[in-house]
């Protein structure tokens, strides 16, 4: 897991203030050094990755060619292939199930906010470690071992769980059904369990460390917006996992001590079934009230991440810091009630679908305003197009084109034709599944220097990033026609009917362009692993960026700073202030010593900052004569 | 050997990569542009979002067009035109919006791209702006809003009164569909009294639903409101007819409903079209196992003179099953009795 090296090359090792001589185990297994954490859960969620990619180049096989002889996957999936060379359909539908599990949970939020939260805050914050190290390791082996046995159901005789990633019951709680809903199930069951434990472990102390460890001058509104963003998901995911929990429990109950919370009125395989009275959208209610919020869980933190590239990379202020916080407070609160819309047709109560059509589209206006202001952070900037910045302007793209659609579906009367179509798959793979990715991707180009002390090579990212870019819209952009045509999802093949019986060409070329777009990500492999031990040595503040983290050297040691920890004097956004000789001032540079480019407001604080440093100065005094 | 090939080329192409990633690189420190702060790739770079804006519009717009009539299924049904017309409007709104923030994006990534003598404007906020555009992104989506949600409200209103009933029963992996019969009312159904000649769990012991019978395919009459009742056996289905523009899940335990009002017959359709096998379909759209994408069930839009003929000509389904009505009590067996000898 943790194979880095990060004593190579440290010229600064013998500044390390806090040197622990950790063993090899406390070092980089059962670490609590919040750095190594995170990239325990990049390298994991890297791992989970790759495995959920190729699970949909699996059905895309099927979908792009079905007539395809698929014998020479025998090697990999053995009997799921059958003796005329055919893909089971059983195992299709696992394949698409695991594949969303994978990606939403174990990639884009314990590989996203698990590693940037972990490796940022206390950095950006001025930290020493995060509050609770031991709890911080503990949240990294819950997801471990809940990955283990999620990995484990790959392997189970009759497949992992198949029901959709949103696994509904009856589907999930009967086994007659499909045989995915039995051992698979029951692990998927566990593996959500752990995950969970997992997200809570990490999401309090993240809040924690950020209420309770500032550093001082560190106010909340001079936190750069990766840590707002990181804070507001943190809230989230503290508030709604729980609530996933407690359907697992339900669904546990009704699979294996009879209860009937979900299932009523069933005859299946020959029999009339004792339960009565549960209710399947009651499964649905209680899922969606975790798994929007999800959506925002994994998407937040990567708008934090592409604001803070952005601003750096455009060498201006992010425009309307305080708006992008407004924004993303509106975002995390209307996050929780707008559940329902996922549900306009499953039979609920057509006023609650009225309800929730108009807090749906509310939840449009705060998204509006980041892409708006993004727009504006770029007008008449110096952009320096670094792999990172790239990847930040591709997730502005993809969160326009699939933002857009989610007003379609937001609206009721025009979700009927279109839920559960390729419309709908098209939506949500752009907005939130490769914007999140894209701000995963630019997270690890940005901050890479300042996890292993070396530079990744550019010009691998630029093809990388162009490629992905590129791929993507290939991938999801053609999936809108198909979806308007009503093809509906989760589907082995369209040819039993006739008005799917079309676009053979555009699935294929789809097809295509998801392999291209996976292959294209060994690029990214090859330059982080090679990058990791042999790539160019990282100058101090490589991106010429304010905050906190590039005061640290190259290489720092558990506790971060060799010596006190920085104060803050401004807020991170102070790129190309007129009158100052560089277009950066870190923000630990007083306002005091920069009275050429202080704005007349600063004035004021100026004095107050003075008076602060005076009285200062009389404490130490004090403290020295007493000794 | 096949096999052996593709290795040998896939080597090849891996190492042909490595040697062009370590020129360049070497190249670069030669040329110390590794230490400048933006590198000819910045160019390069800011070229690209133009070529790709051009590049990936004119895709776009070309096959939209080209492809007008094959993803634009017809539509019929009357609700149909309304939700078509909103998606259409909000496709114009949108489209509006996402290729003018597009060309933005790519437009200004392009002409503010690094510049050694230039430095960037230092705007970090503009409550004005802000304003703006949170305002009128919200007036223009209550637009949106509004009109979605007359339209949800007169789709989800109950069903006219008279309106034709037709039970459309989701299992592993079929549509079975039961009509009202004469009296337009469904009998009662119990899904512990589901057996091999009862699948839908009607119970008989209900006056109503002697009349009621079965069909392979739903027929349905030209411009009168049609009800579907919808339910599922096992697990969850959802019913989904394209042309018609209906979906509603079919949730075991708890039926659900979806009223209609179709305005062309099948007849009409593939003359329209001009494919004349056009059929009617309904497809389910929620996933319930290895056969979720094989659940087909035709419908039949008729004139209503032709539905009526149909409809005199079905045989209730005791008529078929007498043995179902051999355990009711004497006067519901009775009048069972007598509707088996009328149709016979």
Redesign the interface.
């Known amino acids: 897991m943790a194979v880095v090296n990060t004593a190579t090359g440290d010229s600064h090792a013998h500044e390390v203030h806090d040197e622990h001589h950790d063993s090899f185990i406390t070092k980089y297994i059962f670490t609590t050094d919040h750095k190594m954490i995170g990239k325990q859960f990049l390298v994991t969620g890297i791992f989970w990755a790759l495995i959920g990619g190729f699970l949909s180049i699996l059905f895309r096989l099927q979908l792009g060619f079905p007539d395809m002889d698929m014998s020479f996957l025998k090697p990999i999936l053995g009997g799921w292939i059958d003796e005329s060379g055919e893909l089971d359909?059983?195992f299709f539908?696992a394949l698409v199930t695991m594949h969303g599990t994978i990606m939403v949970f174990f990639v884009l939020t314990a590989g996203l906010s698990g590693t940037f939260s972990n490796f940022l805050i206390p950095l950006q914050i001025g930290a020493r470690d995060m509050a609770s190290g031991f709890m911080n390791m503990l949240s990294y082996w819950f997801f471990f071992v809940s990955g283990l046995i999620m990995f484990a159901s790959l392997f189970l005789e009759k497949g992992p769980a198949g029901?959709?990633w949103v696994v509904?019951p009856?589907?999930s709680a009967?086994e007659q059904?499909?045989p995915g809903s039995g051992m698979g199930m029951t692990l998927w069951l566990i593996a959500m369990v752990f995950f969970i434990a997992s997200t809570l472990l990490g999401g309090i102390n993240y809040i924690t460390t950020i209420i309770n460890l500032r550093t001082k001058g560190m106010t909340f509104a001079r936190l750069p917006l990766t840590i707002w963003s990181f804070f507001l998901t943190a809230v989230i995911g503290l508030l709604s996992f729980p609530v996933l929990f407690a359907a697992a429990l339900l669904l546990v109950f009704d699979r294996s001590f009879g209860t009937s919370f979900y299932?009523?009125?069933?005859?299946?395989g020959g029999e009339?079934l004792p339960h009565?009275?549960?209710?399947?959208?009651l499964y649905q209610h209680l899922f969606w009230f975790l798994g929007h919020p999800e959506v925002y869980i994994v998407l937040l933190p990567a708008l934090g991440i592409t604001s803070e590239v952005i601003a750096t990379n455009?060498?201006?202020?992010?425009?309307?810091?305080?708006?992008m916080i407004i924004s993303m407070l509106g975002i995390t609160i209307l996050s929780f009630v707008v559940w329902a819309h996922h549900m306009f047709?499953?039979?609920m109560n057509?006023f609650l679908?009225?309800v929730f059509?108009?807090l749906t589209?509310?939840i449009?206006?705060p998204s509006?305003?980041k892409?708006?202001?993004?727009?504006?952070t770029?007008?008449?900037?110096?952009?320096?197009?670094t792999p990172a910045m790239?990847f930040s302007?591709g997730l502005?793209?993809f969160f326009?084109?699939g933002g857009?659609?989610g007003?379609?579906l937001g609206?009721?009367?025009?979700d009927?034709?279109l839920?559960?179509?390729y419309f709908v798959v098209a939506h949500f793979h752009l907005v939130m599944g490769s914007a999140s990715f894209f701000g995963l991707m630019a997270g690890v180009y940005h901050w890479f220097p300042k996890m292993f002390g070396r530079m990744m090579?550019?010009?691998?990212g630029?093809i990388h990033f162009?490629l992905t870019?590129?791929g993507v819209?290939m991938v999801f952009?053609?999936m809108h026609?198909?979806g308007?045509?009503?093809f509906?999802?989760?589907?082995?093949?369209?040819t039993?009917?006739?008005?799917?019986n079309?676009?053979t060409d555009l699935n294929m070329f789809v097809s295509i362009a998801a392999i291209v777009t996976f292959v294209s990500q060994f690029i990214f492999l090859f330059n982080f692993f090679y990058s990791m031990y042999k790539g160019?040595k990282a100058p101090h503040n490589p991106w010429?960026s304010n905050t906190l983290e590039w005061t640290t050297p190259i290489n720092p040691g558990h506790g971060n700073w060799p010596g006190e920890i920085p104060s803050v004097y401004r807020w991170p956004?102070d790129?190309?202030?007129?009158g100052s000789a560089e277009?950066f001032i870190p923000q630990t540079v007083p306002l005091s010593a920069t009275p050429e480019s202080n704005l007349p407001h600063e004035e004021e604080l100026v004095k107050l900052e003075k008076q602060i440093m005076a009285e200062e100065g009389q404490v130490l005094v004090a403290n020295e004569s007493k000794k | 050997m096949y096999g052996f090939l593709i290795a040998l080329g896939l080597l090849l192409l891996v190492s042909i990569i490595w040697m062009v990633y370590r020129v360049q690189t070497l190249v670069s420190v030669m040329k110390g542009s590794d230490k400048k702060r933006a590198s000819g790739s910045n160019k390069v770079n800011a070229a690209m979002f133009m070529v790709f804006l051009v590049g990936t519009f004119v895709l776009m717009a070309w096959y939209s067009v080209k492809e007008f009539d094959n993803y634009q299924l017809p539509i019929a049904s009357e609700h149909g035109q309304i939700t078509d017309n909103l998606f259409w409007i909000t496709m114009a709104v949108t489209g509006f919006i996402f290729i003018l923030t597009h060309i933005l994006l790519f437009w200004f990534s392009y002409r503010y791209q690094y510049e050694e003598d230039k430095r960037a404007a230092y705007y970090p906020d503009n409550n004005k702006l802000e304003i703006i555009w949170t305002l009128v992104p919200a007036l223009v989506l209550t637009v949106l809003v509004i009109s979605g949600w007359q339209a949800w409200k007169d789709i989800t209103s109950p069903a006219p009164e008279n309106a034709h009933v037709i039970e459309l029963l989701g299992y592993q992996f079929a549509w079975d569909i039961r009509y009202a019969g004469q009296d337009n009312q469904l009998g009662r159904h119990d899904f512990r009294l589901t057996n091999a000649t009862n699948s839908r769990g009607v119970d008989f012991t209900d006056e109503k639903a002697l009349d009621d019978f079965e069909s392979n395919i739903v027929v349905i009459p030209k411009g009168e409101p049609v009800l579907f009742r919808i339910r599922a056996r096992d697990v969850l289905h959802s019913v989904f007819a394209p042309h018609m523009r209906l979906k509603m899940d079919a949730v075991p335990g708890m039926p659900t409903r979806f009223w209609f009002t179709p305005t062309k017959t099948t007849a009409e359709m593939r003359e329209e079209t001009g494919n004349p096998e056009f059929e009617y379909e309904i497809a389910c759209t929620e996933v319930c196992g290895s056969g979720h994408f094989s659940m087909r069930k035709v419908i039949e839009v008729v004139t209503p003179e032709e539905y009526q003929k149909w409809l005199a000509e079905q045989k209730p389904f005791i008529v078929q099953n007498p043995d179902l009505v051999a355990n009711l009590p004497a006067d519901l067996k009775k009048v069972a009795e007598i509707m088996i000898e009328e149709n016979k």
């Open positions: 359909r059983n539908l029901g959709g509904y009856p589907l009967l059904a499909i299932l009523a009125d069933i005859y299946i009339a009565t009275g549960g209710s399947p959208v455009s060498r201006k202020p992010i425009f309307g810091y305080k708006a047709v499953s039979g057509p679908g009225s059509m108009f589209l509310i449009a206006v509006a305003v892409v708006f202001n993004y727009l504006t770029l007008w008449r900037g110096n952009l320096i197009f790239l302007i502005v793209s326009i084109s857009l659609t007003i379609f609206n009721s009367a025009i009927i034709q839920h559960d179509t090579d550019s010009k691998l630029y162009w870019f590129i819209y952009f053609p026609y198909i308007i045509a009503g509906p999802r989760r589907y082995y093949s369209w039993n009917f006739d008005f799917a079309m676009y160019r010429r956004y790129y190309s202030k007129p277009d």
